[in-house]
């Protein structure tokens, strides 16, 4: 390990009406580091009175924003990610620092945050509306886009800047203002985000943020009788929490919720790119991904192959400096998260299940890579999301058994089958139960025109592409008479 240079510490301050500004109250909260514990600086924390502030600035800031014409739209977006990519080195450091993620996926943070600003304002020209016939021979119908209003987006820690990037730029685009309200373990880099986009141009109030707890802020923001839209990425329990709050006002819900996401390694693959798929459909950012394959469902041919395999890279994998491009993973966020994990693979191990490689600490906030094979299916590690770097398999004789146990979930966010039998791939991928199926691929899989979302617990709503923009908006019928 090397030891991080000494550092200024940083102060963040809320965005409200296009300027920086201290909380209300004047209190702050901490950021630290979760690779080393280094305190790296404070941003201010929100509370209610800050919600009125804000509310009141984006609803001055909508007036201007939807006002403005698309292509004016489009190039302060086009222009924020220019600005994104030419200080993408500082944001790399905040990433690596802020959330524990590694050089590697602090680079594709940075590079799909550019990717959805641009593909963003590639919307904002394409908010088509309709027409339909009508019986009535002089009648003409018009179906207009309208934007909703305020939209408040509430983001995850785990990928705190794609995510946050996610959830605001498509409200955005489509002529929505926006009050971010990002994750309390990551607020440096949300507040980074927030002075790019600012200083691309967007007026004064298009876009606001308020640091601080979901609690205090959070359920604040989602209360608001002005508040006309809700993007919401994080757990399902929040998210359940935040749908009945939302219904209060009938704000237009988008919920990215978790997932227990299967992946179906069938009896035909190449041993070597099944194993290489997993290690990053399992392990990628710890399995601190909402899109984790954490569930391998095995075809008896190739199990004894695959599983001796796997152990055995998932064994080889690096877990050192977060800047050493070779480092697989780094820590859990906090140490709620490690005993989450901790008390998962416990369960399964008293239940039963055998445990190939890992279930113990590595250092600090980082766990080892850990499979487990065959736990009871009622277990926790079987049902529920536990955001950690372990994956469980079970063993099926055929693709009917490998079918039903993906489907063994509340859940329904994302599957991977690896298979080079596409028949067979399809046959899977019509019957899984999940919003995204990934043919030949792991389960975690991203692109920014992509609807992205879950079945049952893993949410409602699409987010990506035109999918975004057309949820932010309400649909207007328009008749005209033209006869006499
Ligand atoms: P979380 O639910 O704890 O927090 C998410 C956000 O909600 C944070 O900003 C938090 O401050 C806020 N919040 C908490 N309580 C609130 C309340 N009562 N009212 C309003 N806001 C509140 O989630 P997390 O631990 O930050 O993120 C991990 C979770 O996110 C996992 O479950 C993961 O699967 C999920 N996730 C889903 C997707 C997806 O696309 N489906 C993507 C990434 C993460």
């Not at 502030?53 to 990610?81: D, I, K, N, T, Y």
């Not at 440096?188 to 002075?195: K, Y």
């Not at 490689?357 to 079987?382: D, F, K, M, S």
């Amino acid at each position: 390990m090397t030891t991080p240079a000494p550092q200024t510490l940083l102060k963040g301050q809320l965005w409200i009406g296009g300027k920086e500004t201290p909380a209300l109250s004047g209190e702050t909260f901490a950021s630290y580091a979760p690779e080393d514990g280094r305190k790296l600086g404070d941003a201010a924390r929100a509370g209610s009175a800050d919600v009125a502030r804000a509310v009141s600035a984006a609803e001055r800031g909508f007036a201007v924003w939807s006002a403005l014409p698309p292509a004016e739209r489009e190039r302060m977006l086009l222009r924020a990610a220019d600005l994104l990519e030419a200080e993408s080195d500082a944001l790399i450091d905040l990433l690596i620092d802020e959330s524990g993620s590694t050089i590697t996926k602090a680079r594709f943070e940075c590079r799909y945050g550019a990717s959805l600003l641009r593909t963003a304002a590639g919307e904002a020209r394409r908010l088509y509306g309709d027409t339909f016939p009508n019986d009535r021979p002089h009648r003409l119908s018009l179906v207009l886009r309208e934007p909703l209003g305020v939209v408040v987006a509430i983001s995850p820690f785990n990928a705190p800047l794609a995510l946050l990037a996610k959830m605001v730029v498509f409200p955005l685009a489509a002529g929505n203002a926006v009050i971010s309200k990002p994750s309390e373990e990551t607020p440096l880099i949300a507040l980074a985000f927030a002075r790019i986009l600012h200083a691309a141009g967007l007026p004064d109030g298009a876009l606001n943020m308020l640091t601080g707890y979901g609690s205090e802020v959070g359920s604040a923001l989602v209360t608001h009788p002005a508040v006309r839209g809700i993007a919401f990425t994080g757990s399902t329990a929040t998210g359940q929490k935040i749908g009945q709050l939302a219904m209060q006002h009938m704000a237009r819900l988008q919920l990215e919720l978790g997932g227990k996401n299967p992946l179906l390694v069938l009896g035909d693959v190449d041993v070597e790119a099944a194993v290489n798929a997993t290690l990053l459909g399992a392990f990628y950012h710890g399995g601190q991904i909402c899109m984790s394959s954490s569930r391998l469902i095995v075809e008896r041919a190739v199990a004894d192959d695959y599983l001796s395999a796997l152990k055995a890279a998932a064994e080889g994998l690096h877990l050192g400096d977060l800047r050493d491009e070779r480092t697989a993973y780094g820590p859990l966020i906090h140490h709620g998260a490690l005993d989450k994990v901790r008390r998962h693979v416990q369960a399964a191990l008293d239940a039963g299940a055998q445990c190939l490689t890992g279930g113990a600490v590595h250092r600090g906030l980082t766990y080892q890579p850990t499979l487990l094979v065959e736990p009871p299916r009622e277990n926790a590690i079987w049902r529920e999301e536990t955001f950690g770097p372990v994956a469980c398999a079970v063993i099926v004789n055929d693709l009917e058994e490998a079918i039903a146990a993906a489907n063994e979930s509340d859940y329904g966010l994302s599957a991977g089958v690896l298979t080079n039998d596409m028949k067979r791939g399809l046959q899977a991928a019509r019957r899984i139960r999940c919003g995204g199926v990934h043919l030949g691929l792991h389960s975690f899989q991203s692109d920014a025109l992509a609807p992205v979302g879950g079945f049952g617990l893993s949410g409602m709503g699409r987010s990506g592409g035109h999918y975004s923009t057309e949820h932010f908006t309400e649909l207007k019928w328009i008749s005209i008479e033209l006869g006499e």
